[in-house]
Nanobody, 127 residues
Framework: QVHLVQSGGGLVQPGGSLRLACAAS????????IGWFRQAPGKAREGISC????????YYRESVKGRFTISRDNVKKTVYLEMNSLKPEDTAVYYC????????????????????WGQGTQVTVSS
């Protein structure tokens, strides 16, 4: 059974940095993708970044491009989201999600294409 366990997050001042981690277990191969999503109060959940665990290909939503970096450690089976130059509008609950197989890759930012979800973690950017 696949499980995703998130860590990281918290409160940071504008301009600060945080790193989120998503540890995956239960996968039998590396043919899946991990996406990061976030949901701010009163807003729809949005996909912000995705990485293909097999080949490392990455995707970023324009609003986080250049500030956020997604990476993977295939030995630890963990995906990271390094968030720099954080803004108040980045405040949200952040989720990691896994989807895909050897035969297909999920569309990076569509949450209905991901099967497994982490528990979510709060990120608050405020002075």
């Amino acid at each position: 059974q696949v499980h995703l366990v998130q860590s990281g997050g918290g409160l940071v001042q504008p301009g600060g940095s945080l790193r989120l981690a998503c540890a995956a277990s239960g996968f039998t191969d590396d043919y899946y993708s991990i996406g990061w999503f976030r949901q701010a109060p009163g807003k729809a959940r949005e996909g912000i970044s995705c990485i293909s665990v097999n080949d490392g290909k990455t995707y970023y939503r324009e609003s986080v491009k250049g500030r956020f970096t997604i990476s993977r450690d295939n030995v630890k089976k963990t995906v990271y989201l390094e968030m720099n130059s954080l803004k108040p509008e980045d405040t949200a609950v952040y989720y990691c999600a896994a989807g895909g197989s050897r035969w297909y890759a999920p569309s990076p930012f569509l949450d209905d294409q991901y099967t497994y979800w982490g528990q979510g973690t709060q990120v608050t950017v405020s002075s």
